[in-house]
């Protein structure tokens, strides 16, 4: 799997590619149901998303019978990477400490996450003295 340098997917092309990440290969009627189950979603704009985002690259795909299976043609962590990288720059000018502090600072973070962030950081403190 690859992804191009600065791609980013659309937000429907975004949820069919958790779909994939999370299960594996799957035919569209398969990530229909799934998606349908959340909130309702037409099959033909689910087909059709899925046909675009071949024609993108992001996902390739295998006959099987009357029906194709399509799999992520692309790493969920270089389009994680990808999609932060954006965010930051439009949002915190590039800062990452202006994002942390943010997110830390809406309350939402448990004690038990402060902790492994502290960890986390401790970790990094600790590599760069190396």
Not at 1 to 6: C, F, I, K, R, V
Not at 21 to 48: F, M
Request: proline share 4%.
């Amino acid at each position: 799997m690859a992804s191009p340098p600065n791609f980013q997917p659309t937000a429907a092309e975004l949820v069919i590619l958790q779909q994939l990440w999370a299960r594996g290969p799957l035919s569209v009627r398969e990530i229909h149901e799934a998606l349908d189950g959340d909130k309702p979603v037409v099959y033909t704009t689910v087909l059709k998303t899925m046909q675009i985002a071949f024609d993108r690259g992001l996902l390739t795909r295998e006959s099987a019978g009357r029906k194709h299976v399509y799999t992520a043609a692309v790493e969920k962590h270089a389009i994680q990477e990808n999609l932060l990288d954006g965010f930051l720059d439009r949002t915190f000018g590039g800062s990452t400490k202006g994002l942390v502090m943010r997110a830390l600072g809406n309350g939402r973070a448990s004690k038990q996450e402060i902790a492994e962030l502290r960890t986390f950081l401790n970790q990094l403190d600790t590599e760069d003295d190396d």
